[in-house]
């Protein structure tokens, strides 16, 4: 049976994705998954085929989030490709929610670079600034991606609240997220070994609840682990998936997206590709349904343009497998 679903087309597969969304009595339980787009996606020109193509493609994998990537704004031609897609995917499918990847990298002790001061009011207020910009070229959100910021980090959260004070009606905050601190009993099964003095990034589950109770989603970023061992990552993402669900239940409804890696490489000493594979990930929030919904987390893989065929059609049996198997967690 395994080997015959493997062998369904992507026309298939698109069909069982609308008809279960159609008719379903489980049609609310089916995960939305998120993607990113590259800038170097958006600048260049897409005939309709292409266009079509990717569409085609989201459709079957239940993607509804796309992250377009954002590097400089002062471009016009960036501008204008980004407005060209938002348009034509709005008109393919109203559902589709357009969401600009805003990424900085903050200071911390560095000098002589381009940074974000956290603790500057002049930084934060320009990206304030920016933030309000986007939300009015039309964009339905903008995720900010920040590194580093350290758990408790007190002036992030500070400038989280100073955007929400400015958040229009129906518009999106989400952030990209670090990995959840592991406990002693996660530590027991997985062992994080970093090489050349790399460090991963963590935030403690209280920084997290005190993130995720301001923002509207986020995107965890499940890699870059230090983990050596395929089954020690699907361990680890099994931990993460549980833990950030519980925090969410503490906060209120939010939308959870797993980052997890489409591409081959990743920070030196701390990425190994045949760990820390996306199929994995999918793997192993399967493993956890018995506990929560499947809608409960999506997906985002980073980014569109590493994305194989046999990723596209892992999003896509993720999604139609397990609809039947939702039940709702207890508090």
């Given at each position: ?179 959840l601190e592991p406990t002693r009993a996660i ?16 935030w403690s589950h209280d920084y997290y609840r ?122």
């Amino acid at each position: 049976m395994y080997q015959i679903l493997q062998l369904l087309s992507w026309q298939t597969w698109t069909l069982i994705v609308f008809l279960i969304r159609l008719t379903s009595l489980h049609a609310q339980t089916v995960p939305s998954h998120g993607i990113y787009l590259d800038n170097d996606w958006i600048a260049t020109n897409k005939d309709e085929l292409k266009i079509s193509a990717l569409h085609e493609k989201l459709a079957s994998a239940g993607v509804l989030y796309i992250y377009v990537q954002i590097k400089n704004m002062k471009s016009p031609d960036v501008e204008t490709q980004t407005a060209r897609l938002m348009m034509q995917t709005k008109a393919r499918n109203p559902a589709l929610r357009i969401v600009a990847f805003l990424g900085r990298r903050v200071c911390s002790g560095l000098k002589n670079v381009a940074c974000l001061e956290l603790t500057s009011e002049k930084d934060t207020h320009r990206l304030q600034l920016q933030v309000e910009q986007l939300w009015q070229l039309g964009y339905d959100g903008v995720q900010l991606d920040l590194e580093p910021v350290t758990s408790g980090d007190k002036a992030f959260l500070a400038l989280l609240d100073g955007i929400l004070s400015r958040q229009p009606a129906g518009k999106l905050l989400s952030v990209a997220g670090y990995m959840l601190e592991p406990t002693r009993a996660i530590l027991n099964r997985v062992r994080i070994t970093p090489r050349n003095g790399a460090t991963p990034f963590y935030w403690s589950h209280d920084y997290y609840r005190e993130v995720l109770s301001r923002v509207d989603s986020v995107v965890m970023m499940n890699y870059d682990t230090g983990i050596q061992s395929s089954s020690e990552y699907e361990q680890w993402t099994i931990y993460q998936i549980v833990e950030l669900l519980r925090i969410r239940s503490s906060v209120g409804d939010k939308l959870i997206h797993l980052g997890i890696p489409a591409y081959k490489y990743g920070r030196r000493g701390l990425f190994n590709a045949q760990a820390e594979s996306a199929i994995v990930a999918l793997d192993a929030a399967r493993k956890v349904l018995g506990r929560f919904c499947p809608a409960a987390v999506g997906f985002a893989p980073y980014h569109e343009s590493e994305m194989t065929q046999e990723l596209w059609t892992a999003l896509a049996r993720y999604t139609v497998w397990d609809a039947h198997r939702c039940r709702r967690p207890g508090p």
